[in-house]
């Protein structure tokens, strides 16, 4: 298919351990976003890659959030010493440059125990 | 600041009623965009309308209706001859017409279509 990849789709883990979520976009997608959503906070801008630019980090809740991507496609977010509140879906997002809608994956579902 | 306001967290009707969500936005800017998702059971997010702030026309896909008026900040959206298959969380988002683009949500409205 052509839409937003994500994986994996469940991730479950324990208090204080490391997690690396993928994202994949639309082929040819030069933005790229992640969001989070959970019970408490809705839907929630994290960060924002535009081609070669500095990423737009204002939404990470703490410094244990990182994200990286890599030669302007696949897109890995990193929480470090996760914690129980970290539990929530991980949304990714792509937009294309004419219109600027964007186009969400299946998400990951994170579990901290 | 910006901010979205869906005020209905859940609405349930009965299948062929029809059914208006409520959207309500906040925004210093004079151009953005705004948006509504439809998020099923199944968890993803499927884009259902663009509308930018310059165009105030309303619009219709299939049962599907839009009113947008600036004059009142409202984005509301309306099903006609509701489906068991329209049953869902639907989100309305808002985005700056530049820079990041990123979206503010609203906190979604549940929509139950009882058969």
């Known amino acids: 298919g052509a839409g937003v990849s994500q994986s994996p789709s469940n991730k479950v883990t324990e208090k204080g351990k490391d997690v690396e979520l993928r994202c994949d976009p639309i082929?040819?997608?030069?933005?790229l976003y992640w969001y989070r959503q959970s019970l408490g906070q809705g839907l929630e801008f994290l960060i924002y890659?535009?081609?070669?630019?500095?990423?737009?980090k204002s939404g990470l809740p703490s410094d244990r959030f990182s994200a990286e991507r890599t030669g302007g496609s696949v897109s890995t977010l990193t929480i470090q010493r996760t914690q129980q509140e970290d539990s929530a879906v991980y949304l990714c997002?792509?937009?294309?440059?004419?219109?600027?809608?964007?186009?969400f994956g299946p998400g990951t579902r994170l579990t901290v125990l | 600041a910006q901010k979205v306001t869906q005020a209905q967290t859940e609405i349930s009707v009965v299948e062929k009623e029809d059914v208006t969500l409520d959207c309500v936005y906040e925004?210093?800017?004079?151009?953005?965009?705004l948006f509504w998702y439809k998020q099923p059971p199944s968890g993803e997010l499927v884009f259902l309308i663009r509308?930018?702030?310059?165009?105030?026309q309303n619009e219709i896909s299939g049962r599907y209706s839009w009113n947008f008026q600036k004059s009142t900040s409202s984005f509301n959206f309306t099903i006609t001859a509701s489906q068991v298959v329209d049953s869902a969380v639907y989100f309305c988002?808002?985005?700056?017409?530049?820079?990041?683009?990123?979206?503010?949500f609203g906190t979604g409205t549940r929509l139950k279509v009882l058969a």
């Open positions: 997002a792509s937009r294309g440059e004419v219109w600027n809608e964007q186009f």
């Open positions: 082929s040819g997608h030069t933005a």
């Open positions: 890659f535009q081609g070669n630019s500095a990423p737009d």
């Open positions: 925004t210093r800017d004079t151009t953005y965009y």
């Open positions: 509308r930018n702030s310059f165009d105030e």
């Open positions: 988002a808002l985005s700056e017409a530049s820079g990041t683009y990123k979206y503010i």
